[in-house]
């Protein structure tokens, strides 16, 4: 997870902090060429103006218009919420690359960052799986899932998800800290990383390993899901239906199209640092490539909290439509935009951002 490849760095799992190689050298250092960090200081301000704005707008046009709170925009409202926060951390993420140490903002402000920003990506991990679920019942069990799927119950889901990130998140304030090596000032060798503890008990190893089975098992609980699912649609597109099931096949394809491309996204964007963090994190000839590996994914984790609003516009005429009603942006056209109604007093909807 990429908000621990800046803190559980190579020299976290293998350097103690007595190391004496290190001393001369234990003093203000960034670790790449001025060239590079600038780049992705660059491209990681971009990112953060396009995320912010995205998630906002996202956030809003759910909350100011009626017929898109639908249960499938409250997940991804919540995934805005968690991009939202992630991007407070980015100022301290680039802070360190530019001067790893010294820490200079305290010990809580450390773990608090490194807190949000694993909770937050625990968070939505765990919206995107849930809201895999709600679809593979919704197409699958239709019956079912109108009974089940409530407005209500879907709000419940997203808050106990929260309580459940920020419980899995919490042992980060044990196992990060600020410390200095032995024998220097600590105002010149201070470090906000994997505390030495945390390192000789074994405890950041349970946490790399936690932070692995949080990415590998969704994954390959998507990928059972969205088979099931496009093998359920693939079986009704050769029945014989009638028009307004037929328009519910049609929306269903396409909301499911969408998603299938968020979670692909998301699968690129945190897949080379779970492979890279195994390639090179265990010899020291790959250190030096680990950390630029780190870097890597320091620019695609903040990828990941932007990107989501640019699929919603790409791929969703309805969040387009909202989007321009809500900037008093008229269509061309001058058509009315069709509004999605509810399917049932329970508030049970199928229709997504995506008709």
Avoid at 46 to 52: E, K, N, Q, V, Y
Avoid at 190 to 209: D, H, Q, Y
Wanted: aromatic content about 12%; proline content about 4%.
């Amino acid at each position: 997870h990429p908000s621990l490849p800046h803190s559980l760095t190579y020299c976290d799992q293998n350097c103690s902090l007595d190391d004496s190689k290190f001393e001369d050298d234990y003093y203000p250092v960034n670790l790449f060429p001025i060239p590079i960090l600038t780049g992705i200081t660059v491209i990681c301000a971009l990112l953060s103006l396009i995320g912010i704005t995205g998630n906002i707008m996202t956030i809003l046009i759910v909350s100011k218009f009626r017929d898109m709170r639908t249960t499938i925009n409250f997940y991804l409202s919540s995934m805005a919420l968690s991009d939202l926060m992630i991007f407070m951390c980015m100022p301290f993420d680039l802070y360190r690359i530019w001067q790893y140490r010294p820490w200079n903002f305290g010990v809580m402000l450390c773990k608090m960052f490194q807190f949000i920003s694993e909770s937050c990506t625990y968070s939505t991990i765990l919206n995107i799986t849930a809201l895999s679920v709600e679809r593979y019942l919704a197409i699958c069990f239709p019956l079912k899932a109108k009974v089940v799927i409530t407005k209500g119950r879907v709000k419940g889901i997203i808050l106990f998800l929260w309580t459940v990130a920020f419980l899995c998140a919490g042992p980060i304030f044990v196992l990060v800290g600020v410390e200095h090596m032995n024998g220097t000032d600590p105002l010149e060798t201070n470090e906000c990383k994997a505390t030495e503890f945390a390192v000789r008990s074994g405890l950041l190893n349970i946490m790399v390993l936690v932070s692995s089975i949080y990415f590998f098992l969704p994954v390959f609980c998507l990928s059972i899901l969205y088979s099931l699912i496009g093998r359920k649609l693939w079986r009704r597109k050769k029945e014989t239906i009638g028009p307004n099931l037929n328009n519910r096949h049609k929306n269903n394809k396409q909301t499911i199209k969408m998603l299938a491309v968020v979670v692909f996204a998301f699968i690129l964007c945190w897949l080379p640092f779970h492979v890279g963090r195994y390639l090179f994190s265990n010899s020291e000839a790959g250190s030096q490539i680990s950390q630029y590996c780190n870097l890597v994914s320091l620019v695609l984790f903040y990828l990941s909290a932007a990107i989501n609003p640019i699929l919603y516009n790409i791929m969703s005429k309805k969040f387009r439509v909202a989007a321009f009603k809500m900037f008093r942006v008229k269509k061309a056209s001058g058509r009315k935009p069709s509004t999605v109604k509810e399917e049932s007093s329970q508030a049970w909807t199928e229709s997504s951002i995506s008709t």
